[in-house]
């Protein structure tokens, strides 16, 4: 009973109760902050070697409350192609996060610093690899090779090769004409008279012609002789009309296509001239020559950064649409939409701070806010900017600032500009081909640019080179010749000017070495453009006489049937209508003339006989 | 189920007071309607640890409440409709709707919303109704229940004498 007492007498709340509580969150949460260091640890290092395929080593992972963060001490990355050097590393870096944020799924890191960041550092001791090499393919080297082979003044086999030439277009055209118009004249031939038919008019001509005529009935029997012959030679005479209309039609199109072919050499030379510098060997550019390495190297670096970003702004969309197609399916509930005054992306570093290290020992300041793939959430632009940090104390200086903005449909723009200021540029080789080495041994580099990325890029950078000094070896005229130039240049301008997609960009470089290399180029090579122009020239007219004289033989066959066709056409103007019906007139006259003598005769006749009866008396 | 009548009877037969029960009842309510993974799922669990309550009574109820909100669900969305689209709360909604725990809460949803409503508006008469049923239940029913054929044969059963013996009574 007493106990039943006691138990009755508990009071709702339970202390005891309370102490588990406690000692379950506290040991949670030291369990948390302990362990979560190693963990983390563990797993980011594991997740690089993966993805990288090299040893990764991280010092240690520690995790902050207030504000909750994550620290990363000590990481270096071995390069998976040298196992000696390391991809990169850095000291430190560390990133505070918004846990609210995070727990409606959204990484929204407040500051991302990196302390510094070096790239290619030797390693105390070698990295191990953890998957195969990857195979790395050059496909960038063609344009290079283009520029290079740009310098060479190409045969005229080389240049006959490459050019589309309409003179082979119109000689086998010719052919096709010939072919075609000759099937059609040999066609219509089979309805020309004979030989048979016209010696036939001839016998039947003459039969006409000596026939006598005594009486009417003759007349009417010859008219309809003639009828039928006039019928007869009309016909030949229409056929022999359509043949000859088919003949000019024919001879048009052969003249026509003769008339095109005897042009083409012509419109060839002036195409062969438009798409090379045989004019004006000025128009080679030596910059493209000596810098287009360079540039060609950094649109191949920025593709495949564009490449490598461009997966994760396209999974951003996947991601979305999947999301709503999840919340369609939801047949309970519906969500209400509320202005909501701070909107964030899936994930967004506010503020990022990276020092870097680059490989020739200058510090690089790279910063950027609102870093994040969908500009759209917060319309507002992400801004990034890198600036050289001069320790030096030098007047060096290199400043790049931009923007960029990705919108609800993922496309992604950008603009920016970088200046740069008193940069020593000592021993960087330009040209190290078999025909000429190039050094610059010393200058100082000034210039501008800048860049805007809409669907494709628009570039435009200005270099200016000071105190110049180049050296270099070569081992033919050219090289020798512009080795012989460049060495005297102690300053020059570069414009550099990038456009289009990254994949095939258009690259424009131009520069005021060019003008000081051409004048010394276009006197050595202008004789050999001339000696090229006067063979290539002649190589168009062999083709063409080549062509004119495969169809020689067949155009004096033609011309011999117009000659044919005329004396089928005399033969019938023999028998011509006139002629038919003035024999008939002849004929007629004839008889009528006859008859009448007859008719006077018998009158005579018949009076004499009178006046011989009338006179009898007389004695007559 | 028969472990559930079992759990009834043998909390409401037992000397465990009424408003533990009670507490126990309303807190299963909590839960039913608006899951464990919530800040009220978070409070009810601490208040589980604090408070002196029966937690058979709890678990058991937890489900069947679980099991009521699946059924009052077009109820809960109805009210949470009308106050979520209510015009004169949406200046009051949009300034909630800025901070974090009603986002994590997902209460722009009107389902979550009208389940939170309804089940914090359940509470107190939940508890009270309950507290007043078992006290009835005790003084004037439960000599009479256990006559019942049904519940001797309940209370010899394997399940019954299983729960008991887990429960150390």
């Known amino acids: 009973m007493t106990e039943q007492t006691t138990k009755k007498q508990l009071g709702m709340f339970r202390l005891s109760g309370a102490g588990v509580l406690a000692l379950v969150v506290g040991g949670t949460a030291a369990a948390g902050y302990f362990g979560a260091g190693p963990i983390t640890k563990s797993i980011l290092s594991s997740s690089l070697e993966k ?33 000696s050097q390391n991809l990169f590393e850095f000291k430190q870096a560390s990133a505070s996060l918004n846990v609210w944020e995070l727990m409606l799924g959204q990484v929204l890191i407040e500051e991302l610093k990196v302390d510094s960041l070096t790239f290619n550092t030797e390693r105390t001791t070698a990295g191990e690899l953890y998957v195969p090499e990857a195979v790395h393919t050059e496909d960038s080297t063609s344009t290079i090779s283009d520029f290079k082979n740009s310098i060479k003044v190409p045969s005229k086999d080389e240049l006959l090769a490459k050019a589309d030439l309409i003179t082979e277009k119109k000689a086998k055209q010719l052919q096709t004409v010939w072919t075609s118009e000759k099937e059609n004249v040999e066609q219509s031939l089979k309805n020309l008279p004979s030989k048979d038919s016209l ?14 005529i005594k009486s009417l009935e003759d007349l009417e029997a010859l008219k309809a002789k003639i009828k039928q012959l006039k019928a007869d030679i009309s016909k030949d005479k229409e056929a022999v009309a359509q043949i000859k209309s088919q003949y000019k039609t024919s001879k048009s199109n052969l003249d026509t296509a003769y008339s095109e072919l005897k042009a083409a050499p012509a419109q060839d030379w002036s195409n062969i001239k438009e798409q090379l510098p045989i004019d004006d060997p000025s128009a080679l550019a030596i910059s493209k020559l000596l810098f287009g390495d360079e540039i060609t190297g950094y649109i191949t670096k920025a593709e495949e950064i564009y490449k490598t970003l461009k997966p994760f702004i396209d999974a951003n969309r996947e991601a979305k649409e999947q999301d709503k197609l999840s919340a369609d399916l939801l047949t309970q509930g519906r969500d209400i939409d509320f202005t909501l005054v701070e909107k964030w992306p899936s994930w967004m570093v506010k503020s990022l701070l990276i020092d870097v290290i680059a490989p020739d020992g200058k510090a690089y300041r790279v910063e950027g806010n609102e870093i994040n793939v969908e500009s759209y959430v917060r319309n507002k632009p992400s801004l990034y900017s890198v600036n050289l940090v001069n320790m030096d104390g030098s007047e060096e200086s290199f400043e790049l600032s931009g923007q960029y903005f990705v919108d609800k449909a993922s496309e992604f723009t950008s603009k920016g500009k970088w200046q740069l200021k008193n940069m020593a540029v000592d021993g960087k080789s330009l040209s190290k081909n078999k025909q000429m080495s190039l050094t610059m041994d010393q200058s100082l580099l000034n210039g501008d640019g800048t860049f805007a990325w809409q669907d494709k890029l628009e570039s435009n950078h200005k270099l200016k080179f000071k105190n110049v000094k180049m050296s270099g070896e070569g081992d033919s005229q050219l090289a ?42 276009k006197e050595q090579v202008s004789e050999r453009w001339d000696a090229l122009q006067v063979e290539t020239k002649q190589a168009l007219k062999d083709k063409l006489t080549a062509s004119l ?46 008859l009448k003598d007859k008719a006077e005769q018998e009158l005579k006749d018949k009076l004499k006989d009178k006046l011989k009866g009338k006179f009898k008396g007389f004695g007559i | 189920m028969i472990t559930l009548i079992a759990k009834f009877l043998s909390a409401l037969n037992s000397e465990t007071r ?20 919530s800040l009220i799922g978070l409070l009810v669990i601490i208040l589980l640890f604090v408070l002196r309550v029966n937690l058979s009574i709890f678990l058991a109820l937890s489900a069947v409440f679980t099991v009521l909100s699946f059924v009052l669900s077009p109820l809960s969305n109805m009210l949470g409709e009308s106050l979520l689209t209510s015009a004169s709360l949406t200046e009051f909604w949009t300034s909630l ?24 508006l359940l509470f107190l008469p939940t508890y009270f109704f309950s507290h007043w049923l078992i006290v009835k239940y005790r003084h004037s029913m439960m000599d009479y229940v256990n006559k019942f054929k049904v519940v001797q044969t309940l209370k010899a059963s394997k399940f019954y004498r299983m729960y008991l013996t887990v429960n150390g009574q």
């Open chain 1, 549 to 594: 004289n495969s169809n020689s033989g067949n155009l004096e066959k033609f011309e011999s049937l117009k000659a044919k066709l005329d004396n089928a056409e005399e033969e019938f103007k023999k028998y011509g209508k006139e002629q038919l019906d003035k024999l008939i007139s002849d004929k007629k006259e004839a008889l009528e003339k006859k």
């Open chain 1, 199 to 212: 010696k036939k008019y001839e016998t039947q001509w003459q039969a006409i012609q000596n026939s006598e």
């Open chain 1, 51 to 83: 993805a990288i395929g090299a040893e990764n080593n991280i010092e240690s992972v520690q995790y902050q409350l207030q504000p909750f963060g994550i620290k990363i001490n000590g990481l270096q990355q071995t390069d998976p192609d040298n196992l």
């Open chain 2, 18 to 37: 009424p408003s533990q029960i009670a507490m126990a009842i309303a807190l299963a309510l909590l839960i039913g309607f608006n899951g464990v993974v």
């Open chain 1, 480 to 521: 020798n010749l512009t080795l012989d130039t460049l060495t005297k240049v102690s300053s020059f301008n570069l414009d550099i000017g990038v456009k289009g997609s990254l994949s095939s960009p258009s690259v424009s470089i131009s520069s005021d070495l060019d003008n000081q290399l051409n004048s010394a180029f």
């Open chain 2, 97 to 120: 709707y800025q901070t974090y725990w009603f986002r994590l809460e997902t209460l722009n949803n009107t389902l979550n919303m009208g389940n939170l409503v309804l089940s914090i």
